[in-house]
């Protein structure tokens, strides 16, 4: 035991004695949130509109005339029926259509309430929620108007409630606009935790030191281990300072159950470790260990994790293939348990893949990590 | 004297560190010439001024005739330089090397096929040119790397640390091609801190803190120490250097 | 009784047979030299003896331990400076040594007595980083590390390549020290003026063993006379007496020429020739032109 913690001592002293790294392991983040989280609040403009106004009364003009009226929307044809909304999407004739129900007038003066259909193209997620946004604000402000409307003209219990429904096309799971958090604590966990650990173990073998190591009767797993767990601690100390920045910097509440939210990554994080524990025993310079980590996880990671391309509008074997990234899961499962706020029980599925991933991983990794020098 | 390198109070200063201290000394055509010192003595440093690739904080410097602040890129043209490295591309073939520095010094394409095979044969290699550098043995790499390093026919030719671990025929080999060198009129110039070595030099200098505190030939170094090796006058000398 | 015993070790990378019917002992409290250059197989060999790599046959084993089968308890009773500097240089020289120490379940305080002549010169250096050391101080550091847990056998790796003659020599009189001390220990070196500093050594070359002996004992089975011979031009002399069909070889040895004859008496005219003792570089060229 007293080995293992000399072993322990021993990496955090390398880590900590080399400034410029532990600032870009924890610089890197920061900096990608903050320029992501600016990046995505540009304003939308010109979302082109199509519209279906089977009622066509008063309601649903003064609607389409606010919409024209604001910077953001240009409507740009009118349609026959709803359907035609979706075939007229694919030729991407227009990003956002606006669908009445019928008699919206008449619904809206004698029950109180009406129903507008949004339908936006999601593909840009971003771009699709920030449409939907503004659309629902012209909504809510036109709502407004119309109940001072009513309290002018005398009435005291005026309700007027527009409920619109929102259909996302191309990417119906609704990610939230804050889609790149998740996106961004997948990527980042993978970056420190696999490609400093095997950076770290080739290091030694790079030194001669593995060398001295292997010659004495030091337990080969205490080498392992105690590199990955400094590495564990400086990520969970990463996750914590992602997770207050999206809070207080971004405003993208935390929804869901905090503790869960972060026993959930610390389980990635462990796949991450052991990934890279992997990588090391395949490699032998820490230049392959970086081009390892580097491009054989960040490339999938950044393609077939959902993190930029939604999963369901995948080609079907790209699907498949995106259930061997563990960035899927941990995305997905991240977006659940943040955004949407829902309770442990519904990423229970993504967190025993991941385990199962970590227990996989780190038994290969172990069994290939060789007591010998080849 | 016809002096083809000529030092007069060459010094180099990093910040408040002289690792070079107004060393002065002159090389003969066709001498070898042994620059020895214990590492960080100020070797590399000196050698890098004279091959003009660092610029003198003070002093003068003439090598092959030119200034080597003043006229770096002459100096460069008119010397040869090998380093324990090798510098050799170990993923070209042998001719394929010899043929990329004939180039890198100006030659032209006529001139350089007939001397590389001339080169070959001499060096015992023409059988070996197309051999990857990499699969050859350590002696040989030597023998093609001191080859490329004069293949323009240098005045001078620095070699820097050249024959560190390799058996002792293949070590004479090369200090035969070294002296055939020099017997051409290519004035050589060793560092090294292998003291048996500085035995095959025709004179050497013995650099401690930057400083040069003996030259003369080998001999007569050894009698002034009254020392049996070189070694034994180089642990007098730098013991010395560490008492101060 | 002998602490190491090596028997038919090969060993083979690809197409290179890097060992070759590798055979010796080594006895209690010796110190053996494993002499040659570069290339000649000598940290394969004691990558093996180390229990770093695998043999592909012969046997062997360290203070009776066989090196494959009982890797683990080896792994206890030996100490392994390999040829580079292997020591963590962003760590200070007490931080490494106190590493090591641990690493193989003792403490500095326990040795100390063993490293303490060693390390007293290190003692004004201990806060200083292992990678700002000299060159001879690395050495010293390495070998308090690869001696902190007291090993029976001391595997050292070249360790005086790259090194100034003056801590070369400094090292040498340690290892010294240490085996009156009663470590035995096993140095590889590409110097043959080294030879002499060790009880016995064995000359290597193209991962097969020359010959080993003491190294008086070597010098002595010279098979030959061997003359000096010089002159103000060496290198014309060379040329010239490579001419003469009287003489067997001529090779550079500093400001002289080494000669031997075809028949040991029968001299060239016209040349100075002074008899001389042959030195183990005389003997080592001698064993590689005979095969």
Known sequence: MKQFWAFIIKEFEHIFRDMRTILLIIGIPIAQILIIGFAVSTEVKNIRVAVYDPSNDVSTQLIINHFESSRSFEVVRSLQSPDEAERLFQQNAFDFALIFSEHFDENLYHTGEASVQFIADASDPNYGNTAVAYATNILSDYQQELMQKAMASGMNSANFRIVPQVQMLYNPEMNGSYNFVPGLMGMVFILICAMMTSIAIVREKESGTMEVLLASPV?????????????????????????????????????????????????????????????????????????????????????????????????PVLQWISCIVPARWYISGIRKIMIEGVGVIHILKEMLILTGMAAAIITLSLKKFKTRLE | MNSVIQASQLTKRFGNFTAVDHISFEVAKGEIFGFLGANGAGKTTAMRMLCGLSKPTSGQGLVAGYDIAKQPEEVKKHIGYMSQKFSLYEDLKVWENMQLYAGIYGMNIKQIRPKIDEKLHQLGLFDERNTFVSQLPLGW???????????????????????GGVDPITRRQFWELIYEAADRGITIFVTTHYMDEAEYCHRISMMVDGKIEALDTPKNLRERFRAATMDEVFYQLARKGREN | ??????????????????????????????????????????????????????????????????????????????????????????????????????????????????????????????????????????????????????????????????????????????????????????????????????????????????????????????????????????????????????????????????????????????????????GIEDCFIDLLRQK
Not at chain 1, 281 to 305: D, E, K, Y
Not at chain 3, 146 to 160: G, Q, R, Y
Request: hydrophobic letters at 45%.
């Open chain 1, 219 to 315: 337990k080969p797993i205490y080498i392992v281990i105690s590199k990955m767990i400094p590495y564990f601690l400086i990520s969970w100390f990463i996750l914590i300072i992602i997770l207050l920045l999206s809070i207080f910097v971004l405003n993208v509440p935390v929804a869901g159950n905090l503790i869960w939210l972060n026993v959930f990554s610390l389980i990635y994080i462990l796949v991450a470790l052991s990934l890279g524990l992997l990588i090391s025993t395949l490699v032998r310079t820490q230049v392959a260990a970086m081009l390892a980590s580097g491009m054989g996880l960040m490339m999938p990671i950044m393609i077939l994790s959902g993190m930029i391309f939604p999963i369901e509008s995948m080609p």
């Open chain 3, 1 to 278: 009784m002998a602490k190491l015993e090596i028997d038919g070790i090969n060993k083979r990378y690809g197409d290179v047979q890097a060992l070759t019917n590798i055979s010796f002992r080594v006895n209690d409290g010796e110190l053996f030299g494993l002499i040659g250059p570069d290339g000649a197989g000598k940290t394969t060999l004691f990558r093996i003896l180390t229990s770093l790599i695998l043999a592909d046959s012969g046997e062997a084993s360290v203070d009776g331990l066989d090196i494959v089968k009982d890797y683990k308890e080896l792994r206890r009773h030996i100490g392994y400076m390999p040829g580079r500097f292997s020591l963590y240089q962003d760590l200070s020289v007490e931080e490494n040594l106190n590493f090591f120490a641990t690493v193989f379940h003792t403490t500095v305080q326990e040795n100390y007595h063993l490293i303490k002549e060693i390390y007293q010169q290190l003692e004004p250096f201990r806060t200083r980083r292992a990678g700002k050391l000299s060159g001879g101080m690395k050495q010293k550091l390495a070998l308090c590390c690869a001696l902190i847990h007291k090993p029976s056998v001391l595997f050292l790796d070249e360790p005086t390549t790259g090194v100034d003659p003056v801590s070369r020599k400094e090292f040498w009189e340690m290892l010294k020290r240490l085996k009156q001390q009663g470590i035995t220990i096993v140095v590889s070196t590409p110097y043959m003026d080294e030879a002499t500093r060790c009880d016995r050594i064995a000359l290597i070359q193209h991962g097969q063993i020359l010959s080993i002996d003491t190294p008086e004992n070597i010098r002595k089975a010279y098979p030959k006379k061997l003359y000096r011979a010089s002159a103000p031009d060496n290198f014309s002399l060379l040329e010239r007496l490579r001419e003469l069909p009287e003489i067997d070889s001529v090779f550079l040895f500093g400001e002289y020429l080494h000669v031997t004859l075809k028949k040991d008496d029968k001299k060239p005219k016209d040349v100075q020739l002074q008899l001389i003792e042959p």
């Open chain 2, 141 to 163: 790499k030597q023998k093609l790397a001191f080859s490329v390093a004069i293949f323009h026919e240098p005045q001078i030719v620095f070699l820097d640390e050249p024959t």
